[in-house]
């Protein structure tokens, strides 16, 4: 008698452990296609503002965004200090402004 009540208990503990399992397995199943939603929209819309820009950029300087981003590759590889100079310059000045009182 008592071993026909372990048994029964046992297969209800075993019984609520795969459904338990099979929940948490729907519900990281759902999350992960609900992530791969976002990222594709996410995707999509840095794709869209990229592209906005590139042509934002070009219409005021009349040059593709990719020309540019090559010609200031080419001035950083050439002149490397100056530009080191110039971040540190203009990091110290953005420093001043944002922790003035």
Known sequence: M??????RTTGAAAARSQQVMDVAQDAAERAG???????????DRARDIARVLG???EG????????????????????????F???????YILGKLMTRD
Do not use: F, K, N, W
């Open 85 to 91: 100079g110039a971040m540190v310059g203009v990091g």
């Open 60 to 83: 005021y300087t009349g040059r593709p965004a990719g020309v540019l981003v090559s010609d200031v590759r080419e001035y950083v590889r050439a002149h490397p200090l100056q530009v």
């Open 33 to 43: 296609a609900y992530v791969q939603r976002q990222i594709g929209h996410i995707s």
């Open 2 to 7: 008592a071993y026909d009540t372990i048994e």
């Open 55 to 57: 042509e934002s950029l």
